[in-house]
């Protein structure tokens, strides 16, 4: 399947076995699209806290359990 910069469908197989399929692309259509205009209203620094390293990271399975442990579910 070829999609378009919108996700309209340009092209798609129509076959269960191995096949291809060809498409033109048009580069017009890139700077309309919602990716590209949500690009520009972007504000990286209200958000730097979530990429910074956790120096307590735990995997998801302990940070799970010290919940279950602490909690006063019943």
């Known amino acids: 399947m070829i999609l378009d910069p919108n ?5 798609e197989s129509q076959s269960i076995e191995s096949d291809m399929v060809i498409a033109t692309l048009r580069r017009r259509m890139l ?4 990716g590209k205009m949500h690009l520009k209203t972007r504000t ?13 990271q735990k995997s998801s399975r302990d940070a799970r359990n010290e919940i279950t442990v602490h909690s006063r579910i019943v």
């Open 7 to 11: 996700g309209s469908i340009l092209a």
């Open 31 to 34: 700077g309309t699209t919602l």
């Open 44 to 56: 990286p620094e209200l958000y730097g806290d979530l990429v910074k390293v956790q120096t307590d």
